[in-house]
């Protein structure tokens, strides 16, 4: 890589408040607290509640995700690794803003889920 191509890759904190400046597009939490998100009246009319079979199915497929997430970290390398732990720091409240309880709650899931992933790269697979 030459030495214009390295200048003009932006740094790591400005990637990661790209990153975040999306989440807060998308509902995070500002300096002013949580962002409301509201659908245009007549796409709110239409959409039905979500019902007991929805939510359980939505609850399943969380729970595999998280479990493929855990597996994909237990093999990562130290490096994606820190970046998972440095996002997960980045998230959580930042001096000028309200914390949100649930991006705070994000946050230690994230570090949750990196010590998860670290246990399972720790012991033997069964066979």
């Known amino acids: 890589m030459s030495r214009n191509e390295h200048a003009a890759r932006p740094d790591r ?16 939490a500002g300096s002013d607290g949580p962002q409301e998100v509201r659908l245009p009246s007549d796409i709110a009319a239409s959409v039905p509640p979500l019902g007991n079979a929805e939510l359980v199915q ?8 998280e479990n493929l997430v855990i597996a994909l970290l ?8 820190d970046l998972a732990r440095e996002m997960a720091a980045y998230i959580s409240p930042r001096a000028g803003y309200t914390p949100h309880p649930l991006t705070v709650h994000a946050a230690a899931q994230m570090v949750h ?15």
Not at 58 to 65: F, G, N, P, S, W
């Open 113 to 127: 889920l990196l010590e998860r992933a670290l246990r399972v790269a720790d012991s033997p697979l069964p066979e």
């Open 13 to 28: 904190s400005q990637i990661l408040m790209r990153a975040l400046s999306r989440w807060d597009n998308e509902g995070g």
């Open 58 to 65: 939505l609850q399943v497929r969380m729970i595999a995700l």
């Open 74 to 81: 237990a093999r990562a390398s130290p490096e994606q690794l």
